[in-house]
């Protein structure tokens, strides 16, 4: 059993809920999670820091989207080093030019995705954890987006596969109908222990809620059996604008 996680760290903050006060309350949460791979949406090289110090048994995989090195918001992915070894990892910009820092279609900020194969040394169970923040705005890239995603997956050639992200999009929208469309589900959908908790609020879930955030698995290679949204404060206090959602899996 693998615990596959995603959380949008909100790059910086608003008043009351500032990045130097949430490091912290975000890093704990991961720590009690204690996930195998996690991906993070909004994750810039600060906090790309701050979790690697806080969180020294993971290593990660992933690049800045605005020159593919250390500026903008990374979409990395998070994991165990000592329990996996990492391959066949990369990165492509969700846009008409995947190989470089770029924006596409019409897209109003420049997104990007992060792919890694892990394998499990003391077993040898592979799968492959890919990672994204779809455009808030983009109808067209956020359908392309999916579509990019869907056809890299396809390429590992029968590897299990999982793919977290902020999609930006609802349930029944293009994009998440495009992601379920093939080989991929919503684990949310699919795991017998589930729950149906929003993930956006906006630290006001009073009148913020809505679901964005997803787990997605390839249907044929990867069984969710537990689904949860991390909808818990810590010491009080809301760690992002988004919850963490996680997937416990096992690979068939």
Same mark, same amino acid.
């Given at each position: 059993?693998?615990?596959?996680?995603?959380?949008?760290?909100?790059?910086?903050?608003?008043?009351?809920?500032?990045?130097?006060?949430?490091? *912290?309350?975000?890093?704990?949460?991961?720590?009690?999670?204690?996930?195998?791979?996690?991906?993070?949406?909004?994750?810039?090289?600060?906090?790309?820091?701050?979790?690697?110090?806080?969180?020294?048994?993971?290593?990660?995989?992933?690049?800045?989207?605005?020159?593919?090195?250390?500026?903008?918001?990374?979409?990395?992915?998070?994991?165990?080093?000592?329990?996996?070894?990492?391959?066949?990892?990369? #990165?492509?910009?969700?846009?008409?030019?995947?190989?470089? *820092?770029?924006?596409?279609?019409?897209?109003?900020?420049?997104?990007?995705?992060?792919?890694?194969?892990?394998?499990?040394?003391?077993?040898?169970?592979?799968?492959?954890?890919?990672?994204?923040?779809?455009?808030?705005?983009?109808?067209?890239?956020?359908? #392309?987006?999916?579509?990019?995603?869907?056809?890299?997956?396809?390429?590992?050639?029968?590897? *299990?596969?999982?793919?977290?992200?902020?999609?930006?999009?609802?349930?029944?929208?293009?994009?998440?109908?495009?992601?379920?469309?093939?080989?991929?589900?919503?684990?949310?959908?699919?795991?017998?222990?589930?729950?149906?908790?929003?993930?956006?609020?906006?630290?006001? *879930?009073? #009148?913020?809620?809505?679901?964005?955030?997803?787990?997605?698995?390839?249907?044929?290679?990867?069984?969710?059996?537990?689904?949860?949204?991390? #909808?818990?404060?810590?010491?009080?206090?809301?760690?992002?604008?988004?919850?963490?959602?996680?997937?416990?899996?096992?690979?068939?």
């Amino acid at each position: 059993m693998f615990r596959i996680l995603s959380t949008n760290v909100l790059c910086w903050g608003k008043e009351g809920h500032e990045i130097e006060k949430r490091i *912290p309350l975000l890093c704990r949460m991961l720590k009690e999670a204690k996930p195998d791979s996690f991906g993070v949406q909004e994750a810039h090289i600060q906090w790309m820091k701050a979790i690697k110090e806080s969180l020294p048994e993971y290593d990660y995989v992933g690049v800045g989207r605005e020159d593919g090195k250390e500026d903008g918001e990374f979409s990395a992915v998070f994991y165990l080093k000592d329990k996996f070894d990492a391959s066949e990892s990369g #990165n492509f910009w969700i846009s008409e030019t995947p190989e470089k *820092p770029s924006k596409g279609w019409d897209s109003v900020c420049t997104r990007i995705a992060t792919f890694v194969k892990l394998t499990e040394k003391s077993t040898g169970i592979s799968y492959v954890h890919f990672n994204t923040h779809l455009d808030h705005i983009g109808r067209v890239a956020q359908v #392309n987006g999916a579509k990019m995603i869907q056809e890299k997956a396809a390429s590992f050639g029968g590897v *299990p596969v999982v793919c977290t992200g902020d999609f930006n999009v609802e349930q029944g929208s293009d994009c998440y109908q495009t992601m379920v469309s093939a080989n991929m589900a919503d684990a949310r959908m699919l795991a017998p222990d589930s729950d149906d908790s929003f993930t956006f609020h906006g630290f006001d *879930p009073e #009148n913020t809620h809505v679901i964005i955030d997803f787990v997605f698995v390839d249907r044929a290679t990867v069984e969710p059996k537990v689904f949860k949204v991390i #909808n818990k404060k810590i010491d009080g206090e809301f760690y992002s604008d988004h919850y963490a959602i996680y997937s416990d899996v096992e690979i068939k």
